[in-house]
Every structure is written in C-alpha cells, then in structure tokens.
C-alpha cells in the first residue's frame, strides 16, 4: 500500500516570507498523481496543486509551487509571499493510476501559522 | 457551481442512535467519496461510488456503517448505532470519473456522546 509521510508537525512563517512544507511517499508505481490540500479552520479541504508524476515540470499556482523530486519520492509545496489567510492545516495526498483506484491516500497534515 | 454540499455541518447525538449525513455531490461528477477525518488517523477513506455503485468499501469500519447511493445526486452515510468512537469530522467528496482531482465538501462534524 501507498504511504504518504509529513515529517513536520507544524510550521511558522512570517507574513510575506516563503515557507516550504515537506511530503515523502512510498510508491512502487511509476506514474501516479500527488496533490496538495488545504483545510483552513472552517475544515473544508481546499485542492492547493496538483502534479502528474510524467510530467518532470514542477507545478506552479500563483504563489503556490511544488518541488518534485521522483527519483527521492519527495514533494514538497513552497508558499511565497505568505498571506494570513495561508494558516492552515496542509495535506499531501497521492492517487494510483490504476483503473479503478479513485481513492486518495493522505499524510497526517502539517499546521503552517502565518505571524504578522 | 454550488460544490459539494453536505447536511447537516454540525451533529451531537447520543452513544446507540441512528445518524445519518448526507451528501450532494457537484453536477456532472460520478465518483463520489465518504471520508472520516480524526486526529489519532487522520484523513480514511470509507467508501467510495463509481456511477451510484459501491466500488470499495473496505475502509467502512464494521457493519454498524452503511452507504447509499440511489441516484447520481444524494448519498447518505448511516450509522445505526452510534458509539462514542464515531466521533469524527466526515467528509463526501466529488470527481469526474475522468479527472484525478477530487472536489471536497465542507463536512459534517458528529459529536456521539
């Protein structure tokens, strides 16, 4: 089965400055796909990214981008310019390709405080 | 889009009565997700619908859990009884069969007590 591991149980960041939030996974798979979700204390989960593991261009939304890194199964979200409204939990996620396998796994989240 | 929408968001019940919450996923998608969020594991998959049938449930924790989905716009997830341990936020979430990205609803918190 599919791991997925968030080494940081919480993170702080200064308004405006960049943070880097780590995600490793376990796969024996050689394409699949990752994302990163966002649950703001209202604790709906908010799809952040997404990143196809064929495509070797790093995806990138706005202030939000990832670094992917196959061959180390890492990846990693990179918050610029951080913004109050980035405090949140962050969840990494990953979904097999296999037909028929909708489900995503999760890791456990990482707390990101944004001080003023 | 309205997004998925769920019902009720918040439910305090007692230890042995039925729940059931309730699920209206975005119009189009045909995949359809019930997840259970705690803090001792975090974010489960319990059951999931492809098309209005049930194409993996083996996260449903035991058979006091039960899921439906008679038509492509409404779910509900059922438990009857409920226990202290159920205790959870549970989230529906929604896809296109097509896509890899699946569309999360706000969640319903269940208190049992």
């Known amino acids: 089965a599919q791991t997925v591991t968030q080494s940081q149980p919480e993170m702080s960041v200064q308004e405006a400055e960049t943070v880097t939030l780590s995600c490793t996974y376990d796969t024996s798979e050689s394409d699949y796909y990752l994302f990163w979700y966002k649950q703001p204390p209202s604790r709906q989960m908010i799809l952040v990214i997404r990143q196809e593991a064929y495509k070797q261009q790093n995806a990138t939304e706005n202030r939000f981008s990832v670094n992917f890194q196959k061959a180390a199964k890492s990846f990693s979200l990179k918050i610029s310019d951080s913004q109050l409204g980035d405090a949140a939990m962050y969840f990494c996620?990953?979904?097999?390709?296999?037909?028929?396998?909708?489900?995503?796994?999760f890791g456990t989240g990482t707390r990101l405080t944004v001080i003023p | 889009d309205a997004g998925v929408i769920q019902s009720p968001r918040h439910e305090v019940t007692e230890m042995g009565q039925e729940v059931t919450l309730r699920c209206k996923p975005i119009?189009?998608?045909?995949?359809l997700f019930w997840y259970r969020q705690t803090m001792m594991r975090g974010l489960e998959l319990l059951i999931y619908?492809?098309?209005?049938?049930?194409?993996?449930d083996s996260g449903m924790p035991e058979d006091r859990f039960s899921a439906k989905m008679p038509n492509a716009s409404f779910s509900t997830l059922k438990i009857q009884p409920s226990e202290p341990r159920d205790s959870a936020v549970y989230f529906c979430?929604?896809?296109?069969?097509?896509?890899?990205?699946?569309?999360f609803g706000p969640g319903t918190r269940l208190t049992v007590l």
């Open positions: 996620a990953y979904r097999s390709p296999q037909t028929g396998a909708n489900n995503l796994f």
């Open positions: 979430a929604s896809k296109y069969s097509g896509t890899d990205t699946q569309y």
């Open positions: 119009s189009g998608h045909n995949s």
């Open positions: 619908f492809n098309n209005n049938v049930p194409i993996d």
